[in-house]
């Protein structure tokens, strides 16, 4: 069958999909193209970069379209309703990049505790910036995490490393799943008062949408620091701008925003206390191996008449 990928893809995904007998397709076509291209094929693979929306997956309905892969977590970019209005499934590797996602959160805890950004960037100024760079441990402190997937478990498992505390907020966390996390369930707004770190692990929903607000930040310590490797959206960035300029937290580690890229007059980027990445978390050589061929297992199984192991719109 006939496979398109819209979007830059592990090789080793791509090997997978042809050993398996079928025609593909790369080419990263704009919103346009694919449109008109979309009816021809059988599957479809992306990223994120691919938004396969309303008009795109009818236009698929209306062809040979089967299946919408997403070689990462996060579906936001596909209309999975609309897909499964038209008998198109949307499978994706909840799996694949948990590793990446989880070490890159603990990296921004600990280049926020140590200065690592400031004391690489006074080094580099020729300054010896030693006495003013003092920082903290995260051995023994309290963490927060908002989510209790495959990511936020990786998280609490490192966590323990640090003999940290780590409570979860989830509607979807039950005391015995929060038990073998190594953790301790909390709502949300005990887990904000009490946690050092708030680390996020969530999806971009109408429900989840700037659930860090003002509101919420004025509940955090005057010393934690915020953690968002999970999805633009989810924080408010004004709030954030506004609670790590006035003190109301102590700073934040952000890979993710609502435009990405954000613009040049987005207030974060003025800040001292605030570690900005550009979307880095499932981008390492690993994570995207795991990520495509993971998706590329699921996409096989749909064309042969299987049901997926991720299958996210059923």
Known sequence: MKVLISDKMAEEAITLLKDAGHDVTYDEMDAETLLAEIPKYDALMVRSRTKAREEIVKAGANGNLKVIGRAGIGVDNIDIKVAAENGIKVVNSPTGATGSVAELAVAHMLALT????RANSTMKKGEWAKKQLKGNEMYGKTLGLIGSGHIAQYVAKIAQCFDMN????SPHCTD???KKMGATRADLEDLLKQSDFVSLHIPHTKESHYLLNEKTFSLMKPNAYLINCARGGVVDENALYNALKNGKIAGAGVDVF???PPNNDNKLLELD????TPHLGANTKEGQIR???VCAEQIIKVLNGETPDYWVNK
């Open 291 to 293: 990520a495509g061929t």
């Open 273 to 276: 206390n605030v570690i900005l």
């Open 176 to 178: 015995e799943k929060a």
């Open 166 to 169: 780590v409570l979860v907020y």
């Open 114 to 117: 140590r200065h690592l950004s």
């Open 258 to 260: 609502e435009k990405e």
